[in-house]
């Protein structure tokens, strides 16, 4: 079963639209009839549509570190917590129960660049003034939920259920995409899918256009999307030929079924869309030092700074909304070796996203959010009897980083306690993220609304604030 | 207004008006943000009082300027006609025209502002009328505040509440024809012609087995209609209803709505082995035409049921009687019911990291509004929180039907597998769990015994005596060797995934367990007993326990209030039987008998909800749209009836016969509505006066569901089996997606392996296993919903990936090839395989010009494929898999054997057969791509 890869044809993407996306979930789907609509009226559900204010950002990259980074190991020192290291907590986080004990964080910190952000030694690349000024650390978001996968949902969709629209899908359905050749939403995993899958980045209740697309890391970037190796292309083309004489009869005798032309016109598509898809991920056409500065060269770093390269074409090529993930940072226990393994693997491929897109004039309009679902404890339980040096999950304390797009550079905003356990200082909900995150897209909440199932709904839920503290 | 009050009179209207209208809305909409919390008052506007919306705020002075609405901001910002100045800013909460222009008035009035005595006599005054021009007040157990409890209710928003009325039908017409046709009256254009036989005989057999009709089936059938068209049809759906198909079919239907899956979903996403009793209970069910009432309380109260049986049967009570639960020794009937409550399992459902608790709350939110949405048409989950925003649903009658099912214990409980059930593959299977569980076992004492031996070591180089792993634990530090001794981070990683692998398939050697996925009621069991891995029912129960039942506020655990009864919902004014007046909406508190009294009160002829919502439902699936347009909405959100006289005159008649769907599908396929062509004469008129046709002047073609699709392909190749129910079947899905690793607690989850043989793969979709994390790609595209919601009805856009699907998926390719073989088979030349294959796909023969074209188009392929080599194809008996390891950060791999391979009848390949079946195979897959095989008219 295991076909050989068709060769990829390195042809630029046509001017035409030649694309339908939305094809995420498990490979999604694209009302073709919209955008056969779109073809006659002039405006269909990705054609791009007007911010409702003065947008900060044109397009986001959200960097998603699945399984909850700790924000006293990476860049909310904690010295009162080192203090103490191994002495006993009283805290009543999380579900451990029996004796905890507070745990150091093994790295030391430093501050960089002219701003004085703070981060720990893991961070070599991010720590370069160039990078580190455009950054902005907000420590004030608190999560809901305990449990990976509706932490994982609450942060990605605004709800614990798993079955509502994603921020990707919401900026979609607001804004449509800049270049309708390609999918307005994208998605990269690594090895596994996140906990949770395909919920992550669902369309939810909004129309199948604006489902994530996931694409694909190892084999056919999009299901099925080849066609079996012993069919080639001229193969298709008579087929399609064939299929189209039958459909047309088939169609003169029902002339008033509407869906017809459309899965009609869906086989044209495709067949445009085998030659379109692989030449927009191909890495080809990028020079040696940009590729050596996203880490591609690197068994550590290849496979998130391909992705990060991937992310920075999309952009540039008019994608909305690119999600990344990267798994392995729930480190409950052995956290120095877990985290500085995990930070290693994502830190010069985010410095050379963002270097790359400064030095390309890109950061102003390009929204980068770095975040987990949740923080850390700043104490651990017992793990088989043994002082075993990890963390819990935190829902009251995280740390994420944000730069470009209208967010105040090399700052620090909001804060957590002395040990980490809480966020104190300019606190706020994940759903008052979603909304500053719209609203830097040049959204707002309360009117980026979609009716169903008896009321409007939008990404916060019942509404928020702005953290105007974030704005630059 | 037209409302006053005798010691108000000469007051001016514009108090009452502020009384009645606008404070509420100034209490509901503006204060919480603009006066209510002194500390953060936005834009520094405090509306609390007249003097405050005088003063004004940060960015205007003009908030109210008396008799000027114009120039007051207040009214500005509430009509939304200004940028930046719309208030208040939410969408949901946007005023009506009809409030806005209160507001007009009162301003216009001199915007008086009546004290609170005063206000209160205007109140007074106006709930002591039912009925006015603002609506109605509908009596309930009542709201958290007044002005709830005394809300208006728009006539037309309480259709669905209102008791089920049966309109006279004259005599000799057909009850559906004569609403359909009273509805369209004069609209200007009749209805549609009856449609060709051979589009009826294919639509009524898709619509009631969900396949397509035999070739000679068409024939016999298209005879029976020259002689006699109305006897044809009687006989056609009466076989059609006789068919075991037509459970299989109807089943799916109702697995949409209960969110039929076989795993629980979310973090570890444990198969629920016995869940597919369920299934085949309800595709028995609606074999046997079980009369819904019955079918409704089973699957809410079954277990109810078997007790109030067991006492009869055995006379036991008490401890007795708990103890036949425990052995699970249950007599057909009683096991029957009790693989009913399967219902009540069906949501979602995990407790990993998650407090017992709130996990608990979780299972029982889900429930209570799965009963709301599945039986009732009724949004509950709205009512947690706070009092319905639209409905008359008070959060108390939420709670109370929560208190229905606070006793409510999930478990995988004892019962004897039945007669009728499906005990085939069992060996086989058992056979497989037991390799896989082996093997993780075998991994795993490898990894322990690496462990133990460097803990022996690190024992004996300190001179201490050897402990083992859980003798030592309690040790301090220093005294034992630290945790993983002896395993660096590619052991510890693929320890905790063969510890993970072991659990999953120890959980699925339950599958051929005499076990259910039920429910049982008692106290909520220890923690230990009551996590999803394995939950069984207690030796012993508290029989004194009863559950406390309140209103958590907010529907926060933290936050208990007032307490309540269990009851059912008040707004459908349908008492309890047996409950006093004094509470005619509550359930007798006895733990035993609180689910089935609200099972029975659902069930109630009386009440407006159950009868309409599953008629509706059994509408829907016949035409397309239910006559109200939200199946799982009958509140005010959802969509009016088309048809109010139709839907209540066939609950009535479906009430009066006993409940039973099959008389209702030929009351409603034998009328001239459900014979109607989808092609109508006057399309231009009837385009542009009903688009969406609401007055059903026309059939409205549909596509294939994913299912039908699958089962189609499988038919029309040949290749499908007919076997009934038992345990999930295993189709090959695409195999980059079952190899793809899926990331559950701890590990990755295992691939994706088929059922051994073709036999076993290939039969009905509603058999597949149905993995919530790991939907079948084919099956999704073609919009089989997510089992985590309720899917009120199926969407069918046309999207380019379901094109890549049908042309270029393995899917695709072998039933293409399982098609081209046996047109080899049962046609001698190309022409009659042209023909057949018509036939078998389209349910026609080929015109003159297609014969000839395809005919050339096989030829040519034929000569194509000659040239073309084939690869080999061939399946992995094992994969390695890798994984960040957490507790190092580092990547490690290991293997993951899929035995089903080694032992394996594949599909015929296209490299087992030569170019001209190859060249067939593309005239199957063009005939399956096509729209008319796509559609169904």
């Excluded at chain 1, 629209?165 to 307005?184: F, I």
């Excluded at chain 2, 259709?159 to 009325?165: A, D, G, H, M």
């Excluded at chain 2, 007993?529 to 207690?538: F, H, P, Q, S, T």
């Excluded at chain 2, 933290?558 to 919902?569: Q, T």
Aim: aromatic content about 8%; some cysteine; hydrophobic content about 35%.
């Amino acid at each position: 079963m295991h076909r050989p890869l068709c060769a990829r044809p390195t042809s630029t993407p046509g001017t035409r639209r030649e694309f339908l996306y939305g094809l995420g979930a498990s490979l999604g789907a694209v009302a073709m009839s919209d955008l056969l609509a779109k073809e006659n009226a002039g405006a269909g559900p990705l054609a791009p549509r007007p911010a409702m204010h003065e947008p900060k950002a044109k397009a986001c990259i959200m960097l998603f570190m699945e399984g909850g980074p700790g924000h006293m190991d990476t860049f909310d020192p904690k010295p009162k917590l080192n203090q103490l290291h191994k002495e006993e907590s009283k805290l009543t986080q999380g579900l451990a129960n029996g004796f905890k004990f507070f745990v150091g964080s093994p790295f030391q910190f430093r501050q960089v660049g002219q701003s004085g952000i703070e981060m720990c030694d893991q961070w070599k690349h991010l720590a370069d003034p160039y990078v580190a000024d455009e950054l902005c650390n907000y420590r004030g978001c608190q999560a809901e939920s305990l449990n990976h996968p509706e932490a994982l949902f609450h942060m990605n969709t605004g709800s614990r259920l798993g079955a509502d629209p994603a921020l990707g899908s919401w900026v979609t359905h607001g804004l449509g995409t800049m270049n309708e050749n390609l999918p307005g939403y994208v998605v990269m995993t690594e090895l596994a899918m996140p906990q949770g899958g395909p919920g992550n980045w669902s369309n939810g209740f909004l129309p199948a256009h604006y489902q994530g697309t996931r694409l694909r890391p190892e084999g056919t970037p999009i299901l099925d999307l080849n066609s079996p190796s012993f069919k080639d292309r001229d193969h298709l083309r008579r087929s399609l030929d064939e299929l189209a004489i039958l459909n047309r009869k088939h169609s003169a005798s029902h002339p008033d079924h509407e869906d017809l032309s459309a899965r009609m016109e869906s086989y044209e598509l495709a067949f445009r869309m085998q030659m379109t898809v692989p030449g927009a991920m191909d890495l080809k056409g990028e020079s040696d030092s940009v590729r050596e500065m996203y880490g591609l060269n690197n068994k550590e770093t290849s496979s998130f700074g391909r992705q990060c390269l991937m992310a920075r074409r999309l952009v540039e090529q008019g994608v909305r909304f690119v999600q990344i993930f990267s798994g392995g940072w729930d480190s409950h226990d052995y956290l120095e070796r877990g985290h500085s393994a995990r930070i290693q693997s994502v830190d010069k491929p985010m410095a050379a996203l963002i270097r790359d897109l400064k030095s390309r004039g890109m950061l102003d309009e390009t929204l980068v959010v770095w975040t987990g679902e949740f923080g850390r404890t700043p104490d651990n339980n017992k793990r088989g009897g043994v002082y075993s040096l990890g963390r819990g999950h935190n829902i009251d304390a995280m740390s994420m980083l944000m730069a470009g797009g209208g967010v105040k550079k090399g700052s620090v905003v909001g804060g957590t306690d002395e040990l980490g356990a809480k966020a104190v200082e300019c606190v706020h909900p994940i759903r008052d993220l979603h909304v500053t995150l719209l609203h830097l897209l040049g959204l707002n909440d309360n009117k980026l609304t979609y009716f169903h199932a008896g009321r409007y709904k939008q990404l916060s839920q019942f509404g928020g604030k702005i953290i105007s503290e974030i704005l630059g | 207004m037209g409302l006053l009050i005798p010691s108000a009179r000469g007051e001016s209207e514009g108090a009452q008006l502020f009384s009645l209208k606008v404070y509420p809305l100034l209490k509901a909409k503006c204060f919480a943000c603009h006066g209510e919390d002194p500390e953060n008052i936005e834009g520094d506007l405090n509306l609390l009082s007249r003097e405050g919306m005088l003063k004004g705020g940060e960015t205007s002075r003009e908030v109210l300027v008396e008799g000027k609405p114009e120039e007051s901001d207040l009214y500005r910002a509430i009509t939304w006609e200004e940028e930046a100045l719309e208030m208040p800013p939410k969408e949901n909460d946007r005023l009506s025209p009809g409030q806005i222009e209160d507001f007009r008035n009162w301003i216009e009035a001199g915007a008086p502002w009546p004290d609170e005595a005063r206000r209160r006599q205007y109140t007074d005054a106006e709930r002591a009328i039912a009925v006015t021009a603002d609506g109605e007040i509908l009596n309930t157990s009542g709201g958290q505040s007044d002005e709830w409890t005394y809300r208006r209710y728009l006539p037309e928003d309480l259709w669905s509440l209102r008791p089920v009325v049966r309109s006279d039908v004259p005599e000799k017409n057909h009850p559906v024809d004569f609403f359909i046709d009273a509805r369209r009256g004069n609209a200007g254009y009749d209805a549609a012609p009856e449609a060709d036989p051979h589009v009826l005989i294919r639509r009524a057999t898709y619509d009631l087995l969900g396949l397509p009709p035999e070739p000679a089936e068409v024939v016999r059938f298209l005879e029976d209609w020259e002689s006699d068209s109305g006897k044809a049809w009687m006989t056609l759906i009466d076989r059609l209803l006789d068919s075991p198909h037509y459970g299989e079919r109807w089943a799916q239907h109702w697995l949409d709505v209960a969110r039929y899956a076989d795993t629980g979903g979310y973090s570890n996403d444990y198969e629920r082995s016995n869940a597919w009793r369920y299934r085949d209970y309800v595709i028995r069910s609606f074999n046997r035409d079980k009369p819904y009432h019955q079918f409704v309380v089973e699957q809410l109260a079954g277990d109810q049921l078997a007790d109030q049986s067991v006492r009869k049967r055995l006379g036991k009570e008490g401890k007795a009687l708990h103890e036949v639960r425990f052995n699970g020794e249950y007599t057909e009937q009683e096991s029957e019911w009790l693989v009913a409550t399967g219902f009540l399992r069906m949501g979602p459902w995990d407790s990993a990291m998650v407090k017992a608790p709130e996990a608990r709350q979780i299972y029982l939110d889900d429930v209570v509004n799965s009963v709301g949405q599945t039986f009732l048409a009724t949004n509950l989950r709205c009512a947690k929180c706070h009092d319905h925003k639209f409905d008359p649903i008070p959060t108390r009658d939420y709670y109370r039907i929560y208190a229905a099912f606070a006793g409510t214990q999930m478990a995988e409980r004892k019962v004897p597998f039945l007669k009728s059930e499906n005990l085939g593959g069992f060996k086989d299977g058992q056979a497989l769990v037991r390799r896989l569980l082996s093997f993780a076992t075998e991994k795993k004492e490898l990894m322990l015994r690496k462990q133990e031996d460097a803990a022996r070591k690190w024992f004996e180089e300190r001179d201490l005596p050897y402990l083992g792993s859980q003798k030592r634990r309690r040790l301090p530090d220093e005294e034992k060797p630290p945790r993983y001794v002896g395993l660096d981070h590619v052991d510890q990683g693929r320890l905790k995934v063969r510890e993970q692998d072991e659990r999953i398939w120890t959980r699925r050697m339950e599958r051929y367990e005499p076990l259910i996925q039920g429910v049982y009621d008692g106290p909520d069991p220890p923690e230990k007993m009551n996590r999803a891995l394995k939950m069984r029912i207690a030796e012993k129960v508290d029989r004194v326990w009863l559950p406390e039942s309140v209103i958590y506020s907010g529907g926060s655990l933290e936050a208990p209030g007032e307490k309540v009864s269990p009851g059912v919902l008040s707004g459908c004014g349908v008492p309890v039987k047996g409950s006093g007046a004094e509470d005619p909406y509550r359930i007798e508190e006895d733990l035993e008998g609180r689910r089935l009294a609200l099972a029975r009160w659902i069930v109630d002829p009386r009440n407006p909800l159950t009868a309409r919502v599953i008629v509706n439902r059994v509408w829907q699936h016949h035409f397309g749209k239910g006559l109200a347009g939200n199946p799982n909405n009958f509140g005010a959100k959802g969509k009016k009836p088309t048809h109010p006289l139709l839907l209540d005159w066939l609950t009535a008649e479906f009430m009066e016969h006993g409940w039973t769907f099959k008389r209702l599908h030929r009351l409603i396929m034998n009328s001239r509505v459900y014979r109607q062509s989808d092609r109508h004469p006057d399309m231009e008129v009837l385009r542009k006066k009903d688009p969406d046709n609401h007055l059903l002047a026309r059939f409205v073609p549909r596509r294939l569901t994913a299912e039908e699709l699958r089962d189609t392909l499988l038919f029309a190749s040949g290749e499908l089996r007919s076997g009934r129910g038992g345990v999930p079947v295993m189709p090959e899905i695409n195999q980059e997606v079952a190899l793809a690793p899926r990331m559950i607690q701890f590990s990755i989850a295992p691939a994706w392996q088929p059922s051994r043989r073709p036999f076993e793969r290939n039969r009905r979709t509603i058999y597949t296993y149905r993995v919530r994390g790991l939907p079948d790609p084919f099956l999704d595209l073609f919009n089989r919903p997510s089992p985590n919601e309720s899917c009120e009805e199926r969407h069918s856009a046309a999207v380019t990936p379901q094109a890549f699907a049908l042309l270029n998926s393995d899917v695709m390719t072998d039933r293409s090839i399982a098609l081209a073989l046996r047109l080899r088979n049962e046609a001698a030349d190309l022409a009659r395989q042209v023909e057949l294959a018509f036939q078998l796909v389209l349910g026609r023969s080929p015109d003159a010009a297609e014969h000839k074209r395809l005919q050339r188009y096989v030829q040519d392929m034929r000569t194509y494929h000659g040239k073309q080599p084939i690869p080999e194809s061939s399946y992995p008996t094992s994969i390695t898999r890798s994984l960040v390891e957490e507790l190092s950060g580092k990547i490690f791999s290991y293997e993951e054997i899929l035995p089903v391979y080694e032992d394996y009848t594949p599909d015929q390949k296209p490299g087992d057969v030569p170019p001209l079946t190859r060249a067939l195979a593309d005239l199957a897959l063009l005939l399956f791509n096509s729209n008319e095989f796509l559609y169904i008219y």
